[in-house]
């Protein structure tokens, strides 16, 4: 493994959410312990993979690695350091849900090298919390924030959902005053999906409304980007606006196409030409590890038309924006007519940078660039 950034998935969580599709584990009890042991496993087996290496990133996701508790989440890091290197000015993220945070979880946090929390606050709006089947409410958000910032964490995202459904009332714009209050160095905002075997997908079986109209998922995105623009956030990516120079460096490295490892269930791996996962269930994860049997659930090799896809998709993605060639600065024109494009150095280097209102239009445009290179890379 020649790869800098690591990804540590952590499944268990106290209840699923309503929207929620993610390899989670739900138990009243953590099995701290036993998840430990399976990661040291896990982690032995990739030895000579780590032997040189050397990590600037590592991201502890879930499902809710809060739930591991203060020494949890210490062990775990413990363990990543007893089996790889890890830079000297490194980002180490754990994602947190506000009730799992307090005074002696933070101290342990610190002390094993957290200095990056990834808060899952959702909204501020209680009825919407209980709508999303969160454990917390908007009070102990402010809380949270508050014991991190006391306890040596000042490098903290905060998470929140847009395009709820109109019968729940909450207030968008409310919800991005009193998330700016808090003075977070990065947010996180999502429209609400409606997945398969998710509870509101149940509910929409039903007849239930789920979702935002598109209407409202459109205005919200943009009343965010116009907020947090002149709040002095960089819009850095679709979903992600940070203070000056506090993107996150471990998602950043998954949008440039850099090679990163991953190991917990579920977890993904990619090499730059191969991409592999493990098994999805926690109960399948631990059997295989306790039997000595891998935990690969499967792989993909990608294929020059793979590559050229993800490239376009990913560069589209950011800020940064896409390198074009001189025929696609033609054919993106109109993109630009319509102010859902910057087109920089339209006759030397060109490169597309989306708008706001552009990134609504991303796969339509990510899939039209994406079908003319593959085009170009088939031999006549």
């Not at 909204?123 to 917390?136: C, E, G, V």
């Not at 998954?254 to 730059?272: K, N």
């Not at 793979?306 to 990913?314: C, G, I, P, S, T």
């Not at 560069?315 to 924006?321: A, D, E, M, V």
Request: contains cysteine; glycine residues 8%.
């Amino acid at each position: 493994m020649t790869s800098r950034h690591l990804y540590i998935h952590v499944p268990f969580c106290a209840r699923r959410c309503s929207y929620c599709d993610f390899s989670i584990a739900v138990r009243s009890t953590t099995p701290v312990d036993e998840y430990v042991t399976g990661l040291r496993r896990e982690l032995d087996g990739l030895r000579p993979e780590l032997e040189g290496a050397t990590l600037d990133t590592i991201y502890l996701g879930g499902g809710t690695p809060s739930r591991l508790g203060g020494l949890g989440v210490a062990d775990v890091i413990t363990t990543v350091r007893d089996r790889a290197q890890i830079s000297d000015a490194p980002e180490i993220t754990i994602e947190a849900n506000p009730d799992d945070v307090n005074d002696m979880a933070v101290a342990h946090w610190v002390a094993a090298g957290v200095n990056r929390v990834s808060l899952g606050s959702q909204s501020f709006d209680d009825a919407a919390l209980k709508w999303m089947h969160r454990t917390h409410d908007s009070l102990q958000i402010g809380r949270a924030v508050s014991t991190l910032r006391r306890g040596g964490i000042d490098n903290i995202s905060l998470d929140l959902i847009f395009a709820l459904p109109a019968h729940l009332r909450r207030s968008w714009e409310s919800d991005l005053v009193r998330a700016l209050d808090l003075e977070p160095s990065h947010l996180s905002l999502y429209g609400l999906t409606v997945e398969a075997q998710t509870p509101i997908a149940r509910w929409a079986d039903r007849g239930a409304t789920v979702q935002g109209s598109e209407e409202s998922y459109e205005e919200e995105f943009l009343a965010a980007h116009t907020m947090m623009a002149g709040a002095g956030y960089d819009h850095y990516e679709v979903s992600n606006f940070a203070q000056p120079g506090m993107s996150s460096r471990h998602n950043s490295a998954y949008w440039t196409g850099a090679s990163y490892a991953g190991v917990g269930p579920s977890a993904h791996s990619f090499d730059g030409a191969r991409r592999w996962w493990n098994v999805s269930a926690y109960s399948e994860w631990i059997r295989r590890l306790n039997a000595g049997e891998p935990v690969l659930g499967g792989e993909e090799s990608l294929t020059d038309d793979n590559r050229a896809a993800e490239e376009v998709y990913l560069g589209l993605r950011t800020h940064r924006g896409l390198p074009i060639t001189e025929d696609e600065v033609i054919r993106v024109r109109p993109w630009e007519s319509a102010g859902w494009a910057v087109i920089d150095e339209p006759h030397k280097n060109p490169r597309i940078r989306l708008t706001p209102t552009g990134w609504l239009r991303l796969d339509s445009l990510a899939a039209e660039i994406a079908a003319q290179r593959t085009r170009s890379l088939t031999p006549a």
